[in-house]
């Protein structure tokens, strides 16, 4: 029988830390569907656009071999809409969010993955600010 994996994240500068924890999700089921965050949700919680466009994070994620498909995640409040709608059967996060979704058990199985240590968009961005 088909398993639903359901993930979130903005996945800004994608790089090797990102396509390990969707690579660690595909292994929790048989069909990966991926929230990507939106501009406009970044912005309300950061208080600067991506570097990267919504539309453009989310065609780098759903070229990934792992990935089955891609939508739009437009608030923070909407994942149990989101588990709902898309019929996830596991929501997986990394661990920088542990604990902070245990209440979607009722709902679907919650797994949080280790983040790759060394590397993150923000470093990235302050390396190449450092470049002449
Ligand atoms: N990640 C990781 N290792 C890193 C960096 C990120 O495993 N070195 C994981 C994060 O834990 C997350 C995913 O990659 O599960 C996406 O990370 P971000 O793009 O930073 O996503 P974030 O802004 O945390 O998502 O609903 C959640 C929001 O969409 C926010």
């Given at each position: 029988m088909e398993k639903r994996v359901i993930t979130f994240g903005t996945?800004?500068?994608?790089h090797v830390g990102h396509l390990r924890i969707l690579e660690r999700a595909a292994t929790l089921g048989s069909h990966l569907i991926v929230g990507v965050s939106s501009d406009a949700l970044n912005f309300s919680k950061k208080g600067r656009n991506p570097i990267y466009p919504e539309n453009e994070r989310m065609e780098i994620v759903k070229?990934?071999?792992?990935?089955n498909e891609v939508f739009l995640?437009?608030?923070?409040?909407?994942k149990g809409e989101y588990i709902k709608t898309y019929r996830a059967d596991v929501l997986t996060m990394g661990?920088?969010?542990?604990?902070?979704?245990?209440?979607?058990r009722s709902l679907c199985e919650v797994v949080y993955f280790p983040r790759t240590q060394g590397i993150s968009t923000t470093d990235i961005i302050a390396q190449v600010k450092t470049y002449e």
């Amino acid at each position: 029988m088909e398993k639903r994996v359901i993930t979130f994240g903005t996945f800004d500068l994608f790089h090797v830390g990102h396509l390990r924890i969707l690579e660690r999700a595909a292994t929790l089921g048989s069909h990966l569907i991926v929230g990507v965050s939106s501009d406009a949700l970044n912005f309300s919680k950061k208080g600067r656009n991506p570097i990267y466009p919504e539309n453009e994070r989310m065609e780098i994620v759903k070229s990934l071999r792992c990935v089955n498909e891609v939508f739009l995640e437009e608030s923070l409040e909407l994942k149990g809409e989101y588990i709902k709608t898309y019929r996830a059967d596991v929501l997986t996060m990394g661990h920088d969010w542990e604990g902070r979704f245990d209440g979607f058990r009722s709902l679907c199985e919650v797994v949080y993955f280790p983040r790759t240590q060394g590397i993150s968009t923000t470093d990235i961005i302050a390396q190449v600010k450092t470049y002449e």
